[in-house]
């Protein structure tokens, strides 16, 4: 009874699955565009325009990310990211507020309308009806996750493969400027001596050496393998706030309220753990939000699986927490709580 109710679920969602796969997989390769204009072609104008008047990269990016760009800064994944090179950027696609959202509106949507949502719609007593004990509801619904998370999972990586097959190697387009530099001459006088000097800068030769090719070549590289490590957080974030929302959703009577505190719990969340990347005064909120262990660029970039709790104590590491263990820890402890508050509650009359 159990598969047969999973394949129904399966049926239920299918149209909807396809289509968030869709997204996940188009966002990346737009992406990966994104990243080609911006490292490619952007990046090498900015740090001629940055040369030209002796600023470091770090100058540069201080300037970018000054005030209000700070914000900006920290939805792109804070100081640690370097716009200049490739992986960095493509990155930032993991982590993108869009991306983020639409992993969080398949989870509350889904999981919505697992209990309250058939509740609602007064199906629940015809699904009870039938020989199946509430406990294999809740384990059908969480075999329905186990099915489509690595099926979202795999699209976004299938789009970063796709994007990187089609754009790959980016090729570093120096800047043509048509604008002209007026030329600066000095006349120097010493007695009945006149010498004509022309100005240092304009002499200096224009564009990027052999060296610095190589450089941005290197900083150009792009690898997709790298990303399969951020697949697992991923799932993770997708299956906690499944899991959430379960549990709210095991309590509720209609979807509509049980989607309205699910969106309101992760929004808060999500701006916490934000306020909390911008103000130390705020950090040592960031830890109780399921948004500070999902951080696919420290997978992607250092293959680092760990949190420190650093915020809580004072900047140094405090332990080291595996994100993933967090995430699946948190989705697996709410459908424990659904489960419990399910097989426990009396189940209004359908209206």
Same mark, same amino acid.
């Given at each position: 009874?159990?598969?047969? +109710?999973?394949?129904? *679920? !399966?049926?239920?969602?299918?149209? $909807? %699955? @396809?289509?968030?796969? &869709?997204?996940?997989?188009?966002?990346?390769?737009?992406?990966?565009?994104?990243?080609?204009?911006?490292?490619?072609?952007?990046?090498?104008?900015?740090?001629?325009?940055?040369?030209?008047?002796?600023?470091?990269?770090?100058?540069?990016?201080?300037?970018?990310?000054?005030?209000?760009?700070?914000?900006?800064?920290?939805?792109?994944?804070?100081?640690?990211?370097?716009?200049?090179?490739?992986?960095?950027?493509?990155?930032?696609?993991?982590?993108?507020?869009?991306?983020?959202?639409?992993?969080?509106?398949?989870?509350?949507?889904?999981?919505?309308?697992?209990?309250?949502?058939?509740?609602?719609?007064?199906?629940?007593?015809?699904?009870?009806?039938?020989?199946?004990?509430?406990?294999?509801?809740? +384990?059908?619904?969480? *075999? !329905?996750?186990?099915?489509?998370? $690595? %099926? @979202?999972?795999?699209? &976004?990586?299938?789009?970063?493969?796709?994007?990187?097959?089609?754009?790959?190697?980016?090729?570093?387009?120096?800047?043509?400027?048509?604008?002209?530099?007026?030329?600066?001459?000095?006349?120097?006088?010493?007695?009945?001596?006149?010498?004509?000097?022309?100005?240092?800068?304009?002499?200096?030769?224009?564009?990027?050496?052999?060296?610095?090719?190589?450089?941005?070549?290197?900083?150009?590289?792009?690898?997709?393998?790298?990303?399969?490590?951020?697949?697992?957080?991923?799932?993770?974030?997708?299956?906690?706030?499944?899991?959430?929302?379960?549990?709210?959703?095991?309590?509720?009577?209609?979807?509509?309220?049980?989607?309205?505190?699910?969106?309101?719990?992760?929004?808060?969340?999500?701006?916490?753990?934000?306020?909390?990347?911008?103000?130390?005064?705020?950090?040592? %909120?960031?830890?109780?939000?399921?948004?500070?262990?999902?951080?696919?660029?420290?997978?992607?970039?250092?293959?680092?699986?760990?949190?420190?709790?650093?915020?809580?104590?004072?900047?140094?590491?405090?332990?080291?927490?595996?994100?993933?263990?967090?995430?699946?820890?948190?989705?697996?402890?709410?459908?424990?709580?659904?489960?419990?508050?399910?097989?426990?509650?009396?189940?209004?009359?359908?209206?």
């Amino acid at each position: 009874m159990t598969v047969a +109710l999973v394949r129904k *679920l !399966l049926r239920d969602v299918r149209w $909807p %699955l @396809l289509v968030v796969m &869709l997204l996940l997989a188009a966002f990346q390769c737009l992406w990966v565009k994104i990243t080609q204009r911006t490292s490619g072609e952007l990046i090498p104008l900015f740090l001629g325009l940055a040369s030209a008047q002796k600023l470091s990269p770090v100058d540069l990016e201080g300037i970018l990310f000054k005030g209000p760009g700070k914000i900006m800064q920290t939805l792109m994944g804070g100081e640690a990211i370097q716009i200049e090179n490739a992986m960095h950027m493509l990155s930032i696609g993991y982590v993108h507020p869009l991306m983020q959202t639409i992993f969080c509106i398949w989870a509350i949507g889904r999981a919505s309308g697992a209990i309250a949502g058939e509740i609602d719609r007064g199906t629940m007593e015809l699904l009870l009806a039938q020989p199946l004990a509430r406990s294999r509801l809740i +384990l059908a619904q969480l *075999l !329905l996750d186990a099915t489509t998370i $690595p %099926l @979202l999972c795999l699209s &976004l990586w299938a789009g970063n493969w796709i994007g990187a097959w089609a754009i790959t190697p980016i090729q570093v387009e120096e800047p043509h400027l048509n604008a002209v530099v007026p030329k600066q001459n000095y006349l120097l006088e010493i007695g009945p001596f006149k010498l004509r000097l022309e100005d240092p800068v304009t002499r200096r030769p224009r564009g990027l050496t052999d060296a610095d090719r190589a450089a941005m070549r290197e900083r150009l590289r792009v690898e997709p393998i790298h990303f399969a490590r951020a697949l697992v957080v991923v799932a993770g974030l997708i299956f906690a706030v499944c899991g959430i929302t379960m549990w709210l959703s095991s309590a509720g009577r209609f979807r509509w309220r049980v989607l309205g505190f699910a969106v309101f719990l992760m929004l808060v969340q999500f701006l916490v753990n934000l306020l909390g990347s911008m103000w130390d005064e705020a950090a040592w %909120l960031r830890p109780l939000t399921i948004f500070y262990y999902y951080q696919p660029q420290q997978l992607i970039l250092t293959g680092d699986w760990c949190v420190t709790w650093s915020e809580w104590n004072g900047g140094s590491p405090l332990v080291r927490l595996p994100m993933p263990a967090v995430l699946f820890g948190v989705g697996l402890l709410g459908y424990a709580l659904a489960l419990w508050t399910l097989v426990r509650r009396d189940l209004p009359a359908p209206l």
